[in-house]
Structure formats: C-alpha cells, structure tokens
Antibody, heavy 123, light 109 residues
C-alpha cells in the first residue's frame, strides 16, 4: 500500500524552528518528486515547496522562501521540511504529497497525500 | 490571492449534474488536477489532466479544459460528493511553482 506519514508538528513560539518529516512506503521513493502543501485553519490549500527525485530541482512559495528548506533522504525514504523564523501565519496542517507528471511536463498531480501534521505558531 | 480562481460555493440537487470551474492564465499552458477534501480528511485526487481518473474514483467525475478554464463535472451527484474541491496547476510565472485555487464548497441538496 502506498503511504505517506507526516510527523514533527507541534506548538512553537514565533521566531522558532521546527522540522517536519514524511515517511514514505509502498513505492520507489527515489523515483518521485515530493511536495509540501499546507492548510491554515478554515482556509484553502497552499502549495509550499517541491523537490525533484534526486534533489536537483527545488522550488518554494514566495511566502516561505528564505525561511523553509525542503530536503529528502532517498536511502531512508523520507522527506523533510526545516522551518525557521516561524510566524503566526505559518500555523497550518502540513501535508506531504507525491508528485507525478505526464511526458510533456504540462500536467502534474499529487497522489497520494499524507494525513497531515499540525503546526501551531503562538506565544 | 490565488492565481487560480474558483467559485467559493456551489450547490446541486441530489442526482443532478454540477460543474465546478477553475480559471487562470497558467491554464493556457498547463493542465489542472482536481482534489476532493472532506472535513477533517486529507485531500484526494479525483481528476488530473484533460479527463483522467485515478483508480477508485467513480466515473461520475469527469474533467475538461478550454482556454484559461478547467472544469470538474459531477454527473449524478451523490450525497457523499459533498466536499471542498480544489484545482491545482503551475503558476503563470514559468518558474514551476505550484498554485491551488481557493476552493469550491459543494453542497448536495
């Protein structure tokens, strides 16, 4: 069964740091790009960051660029998100999602998603 | 603000057909994918590209695309289809950044 399980969420003070992890199983992790997507309470989905299968290509949303760092360890089938200088507006459920593409790279999709981990930034 | 625009809410009578749309300049270059999210649950992929359904998704879900608009159609909506629906694609900058629409809350009456 293809599965993604996030961990590492919790309560952190503004300006603090947190590292999220996503453990993958049931597929060849090293063959896929991976993404982080977040959802603030009562709000919509927001794409956060992506990393290619070999970590060659990394992208960030403007809202987190310079503060968050995405990484992966293919030997451990794991995806990470290091979050620094956290702000109240970073409070959200953070999902990891596997990304796939069509041959032309004009289509991408996220499947599956993990169950999410809640990050709360508050004093 | 999102570069993909969705109607915030749509309603449909049980068994009828409903179309949920997603508009954005990037959709002229990239296809959209669609996600269903029920309260307290993670999003689930329902349609990707022109009209591709993952295994396990009922065939009442279909997709289409024209110009700067992508659409998700549910033909014969069921009570269990009541959920939030989000479209996703690349942004229009060409920098391979992802973007989601603001979401559409579907109510099945």
């Amino acid at each position: 069964e293809v599965q993604l399980v996030e961990s590492g969420g919790g309560l952190v003070k503004p300006g603090g740091s947190l590292r999220l992890s996503c453990a993958a199983s049931g597929f060849t992790f090293s063959s896929y790009s991976m993404n982080w997507v977040r959802q603030a309470p009562g709000k919509g989905l927001e794409w956060v960051s992506s990393i290619s299968s070999s970590s060659s290509y990394i992208h960030y949303a403007d809202s987190v660029k310079g503060r968050f760092t995405i990484s992966r360890d293919n030997a451990k089938n794991s995806l990470y998100l290091q979050m620094n200088s956290l702000r109240a507006e970073d409070t959200a459920v953070y999902y990891c999602a596997r990304e796939d593409f069509d041959w032309s790279r004009t289509l991408n999709w996220f499947d599956p998603w993990g169950q999410g981990t809640l990050v709360t930034v508050s004093s | 603000s999102s570069e993909l625009t969705q109607d915030p809410a749509v309603s449909v009578a049980l068994g009828q057909t409903v179309r949920i749309t997603c508009q954005g300049d990037s959709l002229r270059s990239y296809y959209a994918s669609w996600y269903q999210q029920k309260p307290g649950q993670a999003p689930v992929l329902v349609i990707y590209g022109k009209n591709n359904r993952p295994s396990g998704i009922p065939d009442r879900f279909s997709g289409s695309s024209s110009g700067n608009t992508a659409s998700l159609t549910i033909t014969g909506a069921q009570a269990e289809d009541e959920a939030d629906y989000y479209c996703n694609s690349r942004d229009s900058s060409g920098n391979h950044l992802g973007v989601f629409g603001g979401g559409t809350k579907l109510t099945v009456l």
